[in-house]
């Protein structure tokens, strides 16, 4: 496999489930990014991680709890979300030098 | 703050027209990125182009092109004899610089291009 891969393409949980969201990367990059895509709002970074360290959180609600094992995974747990979280979360990796991020397809998440 | 506008919200055209796609953005950094990503149904970001803010040259790239003008802070995307391949979602992005290399890129809100047979 190549790229930026992310599972499940589509998740349906309820408010008081507790899942996570997986992004794995075949690149040998060390940056890894989660963003958010609503409906009506811009791409939103939600997370960075560098070498994986955390170097960024964009006020992100605890609900959102992100981890990176080592620098080609990255996962998002989600615990009592709300139904304004539903939306896409994409998943990006970069190399630190070269710089353009590169991006997978996205988990299509709805919270009911 | 760092801010990026595309002001179409959707365009449509018919095949074997030429589009632009304006981006005009915001920024105080000296130095910073410009991005232009595609998004098909299918979800993924393409990437399409990264530019750096000391490097004004247009670039072409077969049947796409951006002209990048510093004096007016736009980065317009422009596609040649569009083909409806092409019906996507376009974004612009901005990033200054980081140290140790990551880039946080903010979004524009997006371009729907239809391009009809």
């Known amino acids: 496999e190549t790229g930026v891969t992310q599972t499940p393409r589509h998740l349906v949980m309820g408010m008081t489930n507790k899942k996570s969201l997986k992004c794995e990367q075949h690149?040998?990059?060390?940056?890894m990014y989660w963003y958010k895509q609503s409906a009506k709002k811009p791409l939103e970074l939600m997370f960075v991680y560098n070498f994986k360290e955390q170097t960024e959180n964009n006020s992100v609600p605890s609900r959102f709890s992100p981890e990176c094992p080592n620098s080609s995974h990255l996962f998002l747990h989600l615990h009592t979300l709300q139904p304004e979280d539903s939306a896409l979360y994409l998943c990006?990796?970069?190399?630190?030098?070269?710089?353009?991020?590169?991006f997978g397809q996205g988990t299509r998440l709805t919270v009911v | 703050a760092q801010k990026v506008t595309q002001a179409q919200t959707e365009i449509s055209v018919v095949e074997k027209e030429d589009v632009t796609l304006d981006c005009v953005y915001e920024?105080?950094?000296?130095?910073?990125?410009l991005f232009w990503y595609k998004q098909p149904p299918s979800g993924e970001l393409v990437f399409l182009i990264r530019?750096?803010?000391?490097?004004?040259q247009n670039e072409i790239s077969g049947r796409y092109s951006w002209n990048f003008q510093k004096s007016t802070s736009s980065f317009n995307f422009t596609i040649t004899a569009s083909q409806v391949v092409d019906s996507a979602v376009y974004f612009c992005?901005?990033?200054?610089?980081?140290?140790?290399?990551?880039?946080?890129?903010?979004f524009g809100k997006g371009t729907k291009l239809t391009v009809n047979p």
């Open positions: 992005a901005l990033s200054e610089a980081q140290q140790g290399g990551s880039e946080k890129l903010v």
């Open positions: 530019r750096n803010s000391f490097d004004e």
């Open positions: 690149l040998g990059h060390n940056a």
């Open positions: 920024t105080r950094d000296t130095t910073y990125y």
């Open positions: 990006a990796s970069s190399d630190v030098v070269i710089g353009e991020a590169f």
